[in-house]
């Protein structure tokens, strides 16, 4: 592997260390009543809220809908993911260290599989959100869901929902990108030498 | 290519020119707050006899917060609710009603910082303090050896204390006697509080004094530093028909306090402890439940034992009103039945001390000479001036209840710089900071005593008026002031204070967290909510969270049982309160912010199921916001059994 390869990959799991310190989506739900907005912050290990109790406010306004509460507890992929990107930068690491061409390919097969499952499932959860309602929910509207968007703005009746990805979603593609790129190089690298 | 551009440059000024008269705002337009903005300046005007404070925004002069003080509150169920119940509490049990005068703010440095307001109660000597973060009074002190405490609560420039004092002269200590042995028996106090600690409010010493009527104070700042200044009337020592008795005297006194020398006997013992008993109520913030402290005794400085404490100076005509300019240089007296605004100096005052200018003593309290202590006086103001204002630019604003008009003038050179009428018989006035070290002087309040045509009429009860005036221009040009508004008033405001907006409204909170509720009976999750038993009182631990209480059956309450629901608020959201009442409750409703934890007693008298709901339109289902309780009759073997929604718990 060049040095530069194995730089870009050191460059890489460094980059994606961020993400356990920058959040990765928020979602933000404006009403008249709520100019200000109530903010979903999803990390890569945990939900929290644009201030200490706004969380604790969009399930209590949820609940007149039928959504279910949200409770970070019981959301698995927030105790799985952070194992998952800690071991793809122990492998960017060790790859970066050994030179070793096979685990960068591994690393960046990886990555890519790991980014678009992750958005799959980001997605599915946003569905589950709001169709899978409670048949007892006092406001019951027919037709109506409650899924709020992944990138952009919807109308969700009272509010608008709007859903953007954060610094800890551009760190891991910048992340990824950089990884690739690496293979990339090796890649053409090797078939220019053989 | 140059004479373009000066073209330019002509015609831009020239537009410039053109366009500014329609920068200038009629009066309408500055008192007009479009959504969106807030108003510039909170004030803070006394409720009189409903006992309370009215907050308004300035310009607007819109009513946002009503502030129980000294009166219970239905509506928030201020003095109904166990937590309230202690800040009423007096020697003479508990009291529902008071009569609130003079509001004043906090002050660091002489300029209020918005912490604490202060307020006198003048029907059963009292000073409370209301925390500004929460817009709620959060403690009172009784004053003992006082009565008509009006001289009440002005504070010295650093908070440290705020004052007291005698406006009834009475026996002291009380006792049965004739009241025409007035002049034998009848003294008055003058009473400094320490003010400067939440909780900790004391009286640091009273000082005894001659049987005079003190009406009003003001301390000094700057070089007055250290000394408070009260007039007083009735130096006649009338006791009926004052109105004619007790303005025999050509002069009357103002008191001038040395605080500071006060201080000084303080600690060298050179005063009197004197057994009484005197409540002191705190909420303080951790459990928010009111509780009264037991005082049994003050300080007492007398004059003759501690001598330079009190000097009288002469001062025309049963003055109202005493007021110190910024610098703490001028002392205005409200002489108001006097043709002439006196101004006394502090520094020919500390000369003539000096130089022991007496016209006399009374009881220890030397009297000075008059001239030795007067700057001048303001020739021909007004009819029946009572209190002064400052600009902080060199004028006084004096009311004139007589000639309901306000008079302006340079209180240095002593001369009338210009009037505004007032509609009518103005009372007290006020301008932003007016009577601290640094006046915003943007706008003034003459604050009314009749108000007769200037509102649409309701029936022979009206509301009191106040006139907004824009003096921010008036002093600079030597303009009039510009008539803005006519403020109608809650109860009878006697003296306000205003602060900006910017000081205060960063302050405010939004919610108290749930977490921090030390309140022992709150429950912080529908899952802790429970009924529990002990003897014939039964404990409701309720929570009440958009839409509904839990829990919201209850069942095993009977007849002669005493039953305390202790509601928390779950919420913690901003502005989610939500309200309890129980039918047949004879108190009053909760209003619960979130956060919070509120106790409503209730005594059930007849078996029977009693609704109780949400007084608060909380949310879209706020009318299902409902529940209810079984009452049995007393011999019933009914278990205690509660619960919302799902099953009911059942306690053996």
Same mark, same amino acid.
């Given at each position: ?15 994606? &260390? ?11 739900l ?10 979903m912050?999803?990390?890569? *290990?945990?939900?929290?809220g644009?201030?200490?109790h706004?969380?604790?406010?969009i *399930? ?9 509460? &949200?409770?970070?507890?019981? &959301?698995?992929?927030?105790? &799985? #993911?952070?194992?998952?990107f ?15 061409t096979k ?5 960046a ?9 992750s958005?799959v499932? +980001? ?9 899978n ?16 968007p992944?990138?952009?703005?919807? *109308? #969700?009746? *009272? +509010?608008?929902a ?15 990108t ?7 190089i090796? +890649? ?7 | ?5 000066k ?6 000024v ?8 329609? @920068? ?7 008192v007009y707050?479009?959504?969106g ?28 917060r ?16 166990? $937590? ?7 020697s ?26 202060f307020?006198n109660?003048n ?11 929460? @817009? ?16 009440? =609560? ?7 204390y ?7 002269s009475?026996p002291?200590?009380?006792k ?6 007035y ?42 530093? /250290?000394w408070?200044?009260?007039t ?17 005297k050509?002069?009357?006194y ?20 004197v057994?009484?008993k ?6 303080? $913030? ?5 509780r ?19 000097y009288y100076?002469p001062?025309p ?16 007296? /409200? ?11 502090? %520094? ?16 220890g ?5 008059? $001239? ?29 209840f007589i000639s309901s %008009? ?9 001369k009338?710089?210009s ?9 007290h ?6 009577d601290?070290?640094?006046?915003w ?22 509301p009191?008026?106040?006139?907004l005036?824009?003096? =921010?221009?008036?002093?600079?040009t ?7 508004l ?23 909170i939004?919610? @108290?967290?749930? %977490?921090?509720?030390?309140n022992?009976?709150v429950?912080?999750s ?22 509904? @209480?839990?829990?919201d ?7 002669? %049982? ?6 928390t608020?779950?919420?913690?959201d901003?502005?989610i309160?939500?309200?309890?009442a ?5 108190? =009053?409703?909760?209003l ?12 059930p ?11 608060d339109?909380? =949310? ?10 079984r ?11 509660? /619960?919302t ?8």
């Open positions: 592997m060049s040095w530069i390869s194995r730089g870009l990959i050191a460059l890489a799991s460094i980059i994606m &260390i961020g993400i356990y310190f920058k959040p990765l989506w928020e979602i933000t404006y009403a008249p009543q709520y100019r200000e907005g109530l903010k912050i999803i990390w890569v *290990n945990k939900i929290t644009g201030t200490p706004d969380l604790r406010n *399930n209590l306004l949820n609940h007149y809908v039928g959504m279910k509460k &949200i409770d970070p507890n019981s &959301i698995p992929e927030l105790k &799985i #993911l952070p194992v998952i800690g071991f793809m930068i122990f492998l960017g690491f060790l790859t970066a260290v050994t030179g070793n685990l960068l390919y591994a690393w097969v990886l990555i890519t599989i790991i980014g678009i499952a958005l499932d +980001f997605w599915w959860w946003e569905y589950d959100y709001g169709h309602l409670n048949p007892h929910a006092p406001i019951k509207i027919p037709g109506m869901a409650y899924q709020p992944m990138f952009g703005c919807k *109308n #969700l009746l *009272n +509010f608008r709007c859903a953007f990805p954060s610094t800890g979603t551009y760190l891991l593609a910048v992340s990824g950089l990884g690739v790129i690496s293979a990339v090796e +890649f053409f690298r090797r078939r220019k030498t053989q | 290519m140059k004479a373009k551009l073209l330019t440059l002509f015609s831009a020239a537009a410039g020119l053109v366009s500014m008269p329609s @920068f200038a705002q009629s009066p309408a337009e500055k707050v479009p959504h903005k807030h108003d510039e300046f909170y004030a803070f005007l006394s409720g009189g006899y409903n006992g309370q404070v009215g907050v308004y925004g300035l310009p607007s002069g819109r009513l946002l009503v502030i129980p003080v000294f009166s219970v509150f239905p509506m928030n169920g201020y003095g109904y609710s166990e $937590e309230t119940k202690a800040m009423l509490m007096t003479h049990g508990f009291i529902p009603w008071g009569d609130t005068h003079h509001p004043e703010l906090s002050q660091t440095n002489g300029v209020p910082d918005g912490r604490w307001l307020i109660e029907n059963t000597p009292r000073v409370a303090r209301i925390d500004l973060r929460t @817009f709620e009074t959060t403690e009172i002190i009784e004053i003992p050896f006082s009565a008509g405490n009006h001289a009440s =609560s002005f504070i010295t420039p650093d908070s440290k705020v004052t007291a004092a005698t406006r009834f009475i002291i200590p009380q049965d006697v004739p009241i025409a042995e002049k034998k028996y009848f003294k008055g106090t003058l009473t400094f509080i320490r003010a400067d600690k939440p909780g900790k409010m004391d009286i640091a010493f009273q000082i005894l004094v001659p049987g005079y009527d003190y009406d009003l104070a003001h301390c000094g700042k700057g070089p007055s530093y /250290g408070c200044f009260f007083s009337y009735n130096t006649e020592q009338a006791h009926t028909l004052l109105e004619i008795n007790a303005s025999m050509d002069k009357d103002i008191a001038a306090v040395n605080w500071k020398r006060a201080e000084q006997c303080i600690a060298e013992g050179k005063y009197k402890e057994k009484t005197y409540a002191h109520n705190y909420r303080p $913030e951790t459990d928010r439940i009111a009264t402290e037991w005082k049994t005794s003050v300080k007492w400085i007398i004059p003759k034992e501690c001598p330079g404490v009190v100076l001062t005509k049963s003055p109202h009103g005493v007021d110190v300019s910024p610098d703490g240089k001028y002392i205005i007296g /409200g002489g108001k039945l006097a043709t002439v605004i006196p101004i006394h100096s502090f %520094d020919k005052m500390i000369n003539a001390i000096k130089n022991k200018q007496f016209a006399g003593e009374i009881d309290i030397p009297v000075l000479k008059y $001239e030795a202590v007067n700057h001048c006086e303001l020739p021909n103001p007004c009819l029946g001036p009572l209190h002064t204002e400052f600009d902080g630019k060199g004028h006084a604003y004096t009311s004139c %008009d306000v008079v302006i003038y340079d209180y240095k050179k002593c009338v710089v009037r505004v009428p007032t509609y009518y018989s103005v009372g006035l006020m301008i932003p900071g007016g601290s070290a640094k006046p002087g943007k706008y003034l309040l003459p604050m009314n005593k009749i108000t007769k045509d200037v509102f649409l009429p309701t029936g022979a009860e009206l009191h008026a106040g006139q005036y824009d003096i =921010s221009k008036s002093s600079v030597g303009g009039k002031p510009e008539f803005l006519d403020v109608a008033e809650l109860g009878e405001p006697h003296y306000a204070q205003a602060i900006p907006a910017k000081i205060l409204a960063p302050k405010s939004k919610i @108290f967290e749930l %977490d921090k509720n030390k022992p009976y429950t912080r529908e899952e802790e909510a429970k009924v529990v038993r002990k003897g014939n009182v039964v404990h409701v631990y309720m929570t009440a969270i958009r839409s509904h @209480f839990t829990p059956n209850i069942e095993g309450v009977k007849v002669g %049982d005493t039953v305390y629901f202790h509601v608020n779950i919420e913690q901003w502005d309160p939500h309200g309890f129980v039918f047949g409750a004879k108190n =009053s409703n909760l619960i912010m979130p956060g919070e934890t509120l106790t409503l007693k209730w005594k008298e007849k078996p029977g199921v009693y609704p109780f709901y949400c007084t339109f909380c =949310s879209a289902l706020h009318q299902e916001m409902q529940g209810y309780v009452v049995s009759p007393k011999d019933a073997n009914v278990p205690i059994k509660y /619960g929604g799902e099953e009911m718990h059942v306690v053996k």
